[in-house]
């Protein structure tokens, strides 16, 4: 059975830091891309980064970058996502996802796989 079970969400003020992490079983790990989604109310489902387990190459949509760092520790199939710098506008429901033989060049929610059940994090003002 797979299972993409995500934690370390929660309520952080502007400026401040968490790390998200995903901790993924039931299929084979190297063969997969994790990415980060997020979905805000009233919002399309956003793809933040992701990852590949086969290469390590990454993607970061254009507004989290600099800020975000996506890893992966293969030891433990799990995928981390420390978010620094958080505004305001970070604040939604995150989900971790998985793609097989996933690019890294761009994130199509409608190409990934599995899904987490998703993790609030809110960014007060």
């Known amino acids: 059975e797979v299972q993409l079970v995500e934690s370390g969400g929660g309520l952080v003020q502007a400026g401040g830091s968490l790390r998200l992490s995903c901790a993924a079983s039931?299929?084979?790990?190297?063969?997969?891309?994790i990415g980060w989604f997020r979905q805000a109310p009233g919002k399309e489902r956003e793809g933040v980064s992701c990852?590949?387990?086969?290469?390590?190459?990454?993607y970061y949509t254009d507004s989290v970058k600099g800020r975000f760092t996506i890893s992966s520790d293969h030891a433990k199939n799990t995928v981390y996502l420390q978010m620094n710098s958080l505004k305001p506008e970070d604040t939604a429901v995150y989900y971790c996802?998985?793609?097989?033989?996933?690019?890294?060049?761009?994130?199509?929610?409608?190409?990934?796989?599995?899904w987490g059940q998703g993790t609030q994090v809110t960014v007060s003002s």
């Open positions: 996802a998985a793609d097989k033989y996933g690019s890294t060049w761009y994130m199509n929610p409608f190409e990934y796989d599995y």
């Open positions: 990852i590949s387990n086969a290469d390590d190459s990454t």
């Open positions: 039931g299929f084979t790990w190297d063969d997969y891309a």
